[in-house]
C-alpha cells in the first residue's frame, strides 16, 4: 500500500537517484562502522548505506514506516521521537565509543534535533544531515554576515562544518517549498570543558537586539554579573568571532561568575585552541584586565 507523507511529520521523501549516490558517497559508510538513520522515511538512503555497512540502525517515529522497516532484516529499527533517544546510551549499547549519524531531517523541527545531539556530541564520531538551505547557511555563516547568528554560534564552537552539496525541490515528494543542503558536521577535539548553559545564556543575550551594540544587550548583562574581565562591546553581536563567545564563557566559569553562583547546567567539551586563538590576539582578556570596553 502506498504511504502517504504526513505533514505533522514534516515528511519530503528523498526521490532523486543522482541525490542519493552523491550524499552516500559523501558519507562514505564502510562496513562494520556503527550509524544511525534519523527519518529513513521510504528508505532511500537507507538501502544503499546498508549495502556498504551491513548493519543499520534506524530511528523512526511513524508507526506505518517502522513497521515496513521491521520487515528488513538488516536494519535495527527504534519507533521513537528522535527526541527521546539517548545517543550516548546507544553508543554504549551497541559497544562503541563513537556513532555515524544521518538523515533527512524533519525541516519543523531540525533545530530542536540539533541541539539534542549537542548534548550527545562526545559520543558521535560525524553528523551528515539533508536540512533547508537556509538552516545550514545559518550554521556554516562567518562573522559579519547577515546568516552569522545563535545557530552559527552554538553550532561552530562544538563541530566543524562545511556544506556538501544542495538540492532542489524537486528532488523531493512531495517537493517542499524551499531549497535544501546537505552538511557535514565533525565534533571538534576536546581539551577541557565548558559550561553550555553558560554559553548559550551569552549568545542569546548577544544577538536579542542584534541590531545594537552590544553594550546594550550583553555589555549590562555582565555589569549585572559582575564580570571583571575584559570584553568590546562597541561592535555588533554578529561581528563576534565564535572563538570570543567562547572565551568569554570559559572565563566567567573560571572566575565563577554565573548567574546563580555555582555552574548553570551541564558542562561539555571545549575546544582550547579556540580559546587560545580568542586570547592571543587580544580580543578577550581573561584574567588581567578588570573591567569592560565602552
Same mark, same amino acid.
Given at each position: 500500500?502506498?504511504?502517504?507523507?504526513?505533514?505533522?511529520? $514534516?515528511?519530503?521523501? @528523498?526521490?532523486?537517484?543522482?541525490?542519493?549516490?552523491?550524499?552516500?558517497? =559523501?558519507?562514505?559508510?564502510?562496513?562494520?562502522?556503527?550509524?544511525?538513520?534519523?527519518?529513513? $522515511?521510504?528508505?532511500?538512503?537507507?538501502?544503499?548505506?546498508?549495502?556498504? %555497512?551491513?548493519?543499520?540502525?534506524?530511528?523512526?517515529? /511513524?508507526?506505518?514506516?517502522?513497521?515496513?522497516?521491521?520487515?528488513?532484516?538488516?536494519?535495527?529499527?527504534?519507533?521513537? /521521537?528522535? &527526541?527521546?533517544?539517548?545517543?550516548?546510551?546507544?553508543?554504549?549499547?551497541?559497544?562503541?565509543?563513537?556513532?555515524?549519524?544521518?538523515?533527512?531531517?524533519?525541516?519543523?523541527?531540525?533545530?530542536?534535533? @540539533?541541539?539534542?545531539?549537542?548534548?550527545?556530541?562526545?559520543?558521535?564520531?560525524?553528523?551528515?544531515?539533508? %536540512?533547508?538551505?537556509?538552516?545550514?547557511?545559518?550554521?556554516? +555563516?562567518?562573522? +559579519?554576515?547577515?546568516? !552569522?547568528?545563535?545557530?552559527?554560534?552554538?553550532?561552530?564552537?562544538? !563541530? +566543524?562544518?562545511?556544506?556538501?552539496?544542495?538540492?532542489?525541490?524537486?528532488?523531493?515528494?512531495?517537493?517542499?517549498?524551499?531549497?535544501?543542503?546537505?552538511?557535514?558536521?565533525?565534533?571538534?577535539?576536546?581539551?577541557?570543558? @565548558?559550561?553550555?548553559?553558560?554559553?548559550?545564556?551569552?549568545?542569546?543575550?548577544?544577538?536579542?537586539?542584534?541590531?545594537? &551594540? &552590544?553594550?546594550?544587550? %550583553?555589555?549590562?548583562?555582565?555589569?549585572?554579573?559582575?564580570?571583571?574581565?575584559?570584553? /568590546?562591546? #562597541?561592535?555588533?553581536?554578529?561581528?563576534?568571532?565564535?572563538?570570543?563567545? #567562547?572565551?568569554?564563557?570559559?572565563?566567567?566559569?573560571?572566575?565563577?561568575?554565573?548567574?546563580? *553562583?555555582?555552574?548553570? *547546567?551541564?558542562?561539555?567539551? &571545549? $575546544?582550547?585552541? =579556540?580559546?587560545?586563538?580568542?586570547?592571543?590576539? $587580544?580580543?578577550?582578556?581573561?584574567?588581567?584586565?578588570?573591567?569592560?570596553?565602552?
Amino acid at each position: 500500500m502506498k504511504h502517504i507523507p504526513r505533514k505533522r511529520f $514534516g515528511q519530503h521523501f @528523498l526521490t532523486d537517484a543522482g541525490v542519493v549516490e552523491a550524499i552516500v558517497s =559523501a558519507i562514505d559508510p564502510g562496513p562494520g562502522q556503527v550509524m544511525v538513520e534519523i527519518g529513513p $522515511g521510504l528508505g532511500a538512503l537507507t538501502q544503499p548505506l546498508v549495502d556498504r %555497512l551491513g548493519h543499520l540502525i534506524v530511528i523512526e517515529l /511513524d508507526r506505518d514506516l517502522a513497521t515496513r522497516l521491521r520487515r528488513h532484516k538488516q536494519l535495527t529499527v527504534i519507533e521513537s /521521537d528522535v &527526541l527521546k533517544v539517548n545517543f550516548a546510551q546507544l553508543a554504549k549499547t551497541r559497544g562503541t565509543n563513537k556513532l555515524r549519524v544521518v538523515g533527512n531531517l524533519p525541516y519543523n523541527i531540525s533545530t530542536p534535533i @540539533l541541539f539534542h545531539l549537542l548534548d550527545c556530541s562526545e559520543a558521535i564520531e560525524d553528523q551528515h544531515f539533508m %536540512l533547508q538551505k537556509e538552516v545550514v547557511d545559518r550554521m556554516v +555563516a562567518q562573522p +559579519a554576515t547577515a546568516e !552569522y547568528g545563535r545557530l552559527s554560534v552554538m553550532m561552530q564552537w562544538r !563541530y +566543524a562544518m562545511e556544506r556538501v552539496l544542495c538540492v532542489p525541490p524537486g528532488s523531493f515528494q512531495p517537493p517542499p517549498r524551499v531549497d535544501s543542503a546537505v552538511v557535514r558536521m565533525v565534533p571538534r577535539a576536546i581539551s577541557a570543558v @565548558l559550561d553550555v548553559k553558560l554559553l548559550s545564556e551569552i549568545v542569546r543575550v548577544a544577538f536579542s537586539q542584534r541590531r545594537k &551594540l &552590544l553594550r546594550h544587550t %550583553l555589555g549590562k548583562w555582565l555589569q549585572e554579573k559582575a564580570y571583571c574581565g575584559e570584553f /568590546d562591546i #562597541q561592535r555588533r553581536a554578529e561581528e563576534v568571532p565564535v572563538a570570543e563567545y #567562547q572565551a568569554l564563557a570559559a572565563s566567567m566559569q573560571q572566575k565563577g561568575q554565573f548567574s546563580d *553562583g555555582p555552574p548553570l *547546567g551541564k558542562l561539555a567539551p &571545549l $575546544g582550547g585552541s =579556540a580559546v587560545r586563538e580568542a586570547t592571543s590576539v $587580544g580580543a578577550i582578556t581573561m584574567l588581567q584586565s578588570t573591567n569592560i570596553r565602552h
